[in-house]
Structure formats: structure tokens, C-alpha cells
């Protein structure tokens, strides 16, 4: 677990560092490093555990980024088909619905 977590900040510090030297600012820099695993990593680990209880940590990422690929722009588009514009603040709170939306699910799923 210690290793997965030192992992983990590394990448981060060697993103950080590369989006550093370009010319975008700080917060633009943080807002992409922070905003990749947001988009494409959470709502798909979060679903993955409705889905599949026991598979390996691996399995678990790859399918992940899968599922969060898959859902998250279909949902965007759908939001965007009923009247919703794409924008900063709709995009962060439909993934944030859809986050909330699977945890609520898994924990009555797990009472």
C-alpha cells in the first residue's frame, strides 16, 4: 500500500514538473493533473466496484479508465441534448453526480 501511494505521488511530481515548464500557469498546470484522474480514472474505479467485486487491482484500473471513458461522455452528451450547455461547471458536477449517484448505489447495494 505504501509503494502503490509513493507511486502514485511520483507521477503527480513528474506531471507537475513537466506541465511546469510549458507555458501554462500553476493553476492551469494543477487543474490538468488534478482534473485527468478526475475525468477519466474515479467514476469508472467507483463503478467498477457495482460491477465486479472480486477481480485484481489491475483488472480493477484497466476497467476504470474503460468505464469511465465509456460514461462519462455519454453523459456529458445527453446532458447536452436535453438543453444543458458543456461547460467547466456542468461537466464537474455531472461527474460529480455520477460519482455520488455509484456510492450511493454501493453502499445500499452493500446493506
Known amino acids: 500500500m505504501k509503494n502503490k501511494?509513493?507511486?502514485?505521488?511520483?507521477?503527480?511530481?513528474?506531471?507537475?514538473?513537466?506541465l511546469t515548464f510549458t507555458n501554462l500557469t500553476f493553476l492551469e498546470s494543477l487543474r490538468i493533473t488534478l482534473g485527468t484522474p478526475y475525468v477519466l480514472f474515479l467514476p469508472?474505479?467507483?463503478?467498477?466496484?457495482?460491477?465486479?467485486?472480486k477481480?485484481?487491482?489491475?483488472?480493477?484500473?484497466?476497467l476504470s479508465f474503460a468505464l469511465s471513458?465509456?460514461?462519462?461522455?455519454?453523459?456529458i452528451f445527453y446532458l447536452n441534448l436535453i438543453g444543458m450547455k458543456i461547460?467547466?461547471?456542468?461537466s464537474i458536477l455531472s461527474i460529480a453526480g455520477i460519482i455520488i449517484l455509484s456510492l450511493l448505489?454501493?453502499?445500499?447495494k452493500n446493506i
Not at 87 to 90: E, G, Q, R, T, V
Not at 105 to 108: A, T, V
Request: charged share 15%.
Open 5 to 18: 501511494i509513493l507511486i502514485t505521488i511520483g507521477t503527480l511530481t513528474i506531471i507537475t514538473i513537466i
Open 44 to 53: 469508472g474505479y467507483i463503478i467498477s466496484f457495482l460491477f465486479f467485486k
Open 55 to 62: 477481480i485484481d487491482i489491475i483488472e480493477r484500473i484497466a
Open 69 to 75: 471513458i465509456a460514461i462519462v461522455p455519454l453523459v
Open 87 to 90: 461547460n467547466l461547471l456542468s
Open 105 to 108: 448505489i454501493l453502499k445500499k
